[in-house]
């Protein structure tokens, strides 16, 4: 089956960048699911789930709220949208949508909000998505989108700096080490979000904003709770 009417401009390319990244590997550490549950956690929502959306199929190796939730056909996930639109993608409303196989699975799922941000490599590839999902419409606001595009910026920084790392004989004993500080910065963030919505409601969202802007340095490998380096980080190519 053909999925081109799905496929971004530059579609071998980022095929060949999953490969590159060995991004279906990287998705089975812990940091993913860690980063799933705390989408959910920051808003408040019954499902959230991280998408590899490969050639002829979308993968999903982490989930909260769907366990059911593994593998679906490209054609038939809602994630293709964001990849193919290398954009953040907001639907509401989902139960009175088209008859296309991805709002078909969409409605089987009961969902009637779906909010998807790529996760971009290299600045120009995406290789998967960061979704939210309810079972009931909802207002999406910029600041949300804001947050929910720098957990995907996030997801994608963890896939880079692991890369970077364990393609380095010398650099390889610290990805486990960024990771391990990385998962405990979450562990944090998601006790802050629960006094933050008890106490002051209305800052939590800009507070959360700017931790996890922290969080993602802290992924980058750049905190100082690291033990030093033998080498240094390198930048992503084309960034």
């Not at 907001?90 to 008859?99: A, E, F, K, M, W």
């Not at 996030?154 to 486990?176: D, F, H, K, L, M």
Request: overall charge negative; some cysteine; charged content about 15%.
């Amino acid at each position: 089956m053909s999925y081109s009417h799905l496929e971004p401009p530059n579609e071998q390319a980022r095929l060949l960048i999953i490969r590159k990244y060995h991004v279906p590997t990287a998705f089975q550490e812990p940091i993913f699911q860690e980063l799933t549950t705390l989408a959910a956690h920051i808003f408040g929502l019954p499902v959230a789930f991280l998408s590899l959306v490969d050639g002829a199929q979308v993968d999903f190796p982490a989930t909260h709220g769907v366990p059911d939730l593994r593998v679906l056909p490209r054609e038939a996930a809602l994630c293709s949208m964001a990849v193919h639109q290398h954009a953040t993608v907001v639907l509401n409303d989902i139960s009175q949508g088209s008859d296309s196989p991805h709002w078909q699975t969409a409605q089987r799922f009961r969902m009637e909000f779906y909010a998807g941000a790529p996760l971009l490599i290299e600045q120009h590839y995406a290789v998967g998505v960061m979704c939210l999902s309810d079972n009931q419409s909802r207002a999406f606001t910029s600041q949300e989108e804001a947050v929910l595009n720098e957990l995907a910026a996030i997801a994608s920084q963890a896939i880079t700096t692991r890369w970077q790392y364990v393609t380095e004989a010398a650099g390889a004993p610290r990805w486990p080490a960024v990771q391990q500080l990385a998962i405990e910065d979450i562990n944090l963030l998601r006790a802050l979000i629960r006094r933050l919505r008890a106490q002051f409601a209305d800052a939590a969202l800009h507070v959360v904003q700017r931790r996890l802007v922290n969080l993602r340095e802290t992924v980058a490998g750049l905190s100082a709770l690291l033990p030093s380096a033998s080498i240094p980080v390198r930048p992503p190519l084309g960034a």
